[in-house]
C-alpha cells in the first residue's frame, strides 16, 4: 500500500485506543511506525537488481517480527524526542506496535504479495482485495486520523478503523464475484483452468483484472462487477518457456537464476514482451485490466557473463490515456 495509508492506519489504531493526554503521542508513534516497514527498500544493490524484490515485504512484514520492529521504532523515537518530552517508555511502545502491526496486513490485502509467515516460510501472502492505491479507502481514513487528533477524542479513530474493516471485507466480496465472471468466460471459451485469480484494477473495487492459465497460455481479461456485470475481453499470450523462448540461454547462468528469483515473485505468471524478445514480464500488473502490456519486467542480454545478472525494467506507459479508459470501463461507457 502506499506509504500514506499505511501511516494513516497506523496512527488510527493508536488513537482508537487512546485517551485525550497522549492523543499526540499516540499519533507520532502510530505514524511512524505504520510507516517504518518499507524501509526494507533501502536494502537493494546496484550489482543484483533483483535483491530489493526479494526483501521488499520479507523479514520487516512478517508477523513474528512486528514486537521487534516496533521496539526498534520505539527506541529510536524515545531516543530523539521522547526523554526530553516526558513520554512514558512503556506507552511509547505499546503505540509503535499497534501502528507497526498494521502494515503488514494492510499489504497482504494487495496483489504484490507480503511474506507474512517469515522465517517459517517464503509463501507471499496475497490477498488481492484492494488496489496499492485506493482514495475511497485512504482520503476518509486520513480525515478520521486528522479529526482525532483536533478533537483529541477516540470517536473519529473508531469510526476510521470501522470504515477500513468495511471496505477491505467489501474487497473480499468484490473479488469474488469477479472472480466467478472471469471463471464464466472461461467456460464460454471452453476452457476449464484449475484456478481464476482476480486482481482489483487501480484505484477502485469495480473494474478487475482477472487471470488464468489454460495450457501453455494464460489469458488476461477484465470485468466490471457493478452496478451491472460487463467483460471486457482481453489478451492471451504464450506462457514463458525457457527452452522454446531462450534456447541460446545458459541454465546455469546468473540470468537464469534470476528468472527463477523472478518467477517466485511474480507468482508464476511469466511470458515473453511481443515487443522484445529478451523481455520477461510479469502479467499481473497493467495500466489496463485486460491489457498485457506489463509494468515491469527483467531484461536478458545474449552477450551477458555466466555471472551477470538480468536487469530490472520498469515501463509506465500512456498512463494518463490509461487512466481515462479506465474510468471509462468504471462507468460502463467504453467498449467491450
Known sequence: MDPITQGALGAVLPQAVSDRRHAGLALSCGLLAGMAPDLD??????????????????????LVFIPVGAAIVAAVLWGLWGRRRGWPPALTYLFCFLGYATHGLLDACTSYGTMLLWPFSDYRVAWNNVSIID????????????????RRRRLPALIGM??????LSLGVLARDVA???GAELA??????????DAKPSFANLVVW??????GDRYYVDAVRIWPAKKVYRGD?????NIEGDLPWLDPQSQQALDIERFRWFSDGYLAMDAANPQRIVDLRYSLLPHQIRALWGLELRRDAAPNDHADYVVTRGASREALGQLLGMMSGVASD
Open 162 to 167: 470501522a470504515w477500513v474493516i468495511v471496505y
Open 179 to 181: 472472480r466467478e465472471a
Open 187 to 196: 467456460v464460454s471459451r471452453g476452457h476449464a483452468p484449475l484456478t481464476v
Open 135 to 150: 482514495p475511497l479507502l485512504s482520503v476518509p481514513l486520513i480525515i478520521a486520523v486528522v479529526l482525532a487528533r483536533t
Open 236 to 240: 492471451s499470450v504464450a506462457a514463458l
Open 209 to 214: 483484472k482477472t487471470l488464468y492459465r489454460e
Open 41 to 62: 527498500v533501502l536494502i537493494s544493490s546496484r550489482q543484483d537488481p533483483l535483491l530489493f524484490l526479494e526483501y521488499h515485504r520479507q523479514f520487516t512484514h512478517s
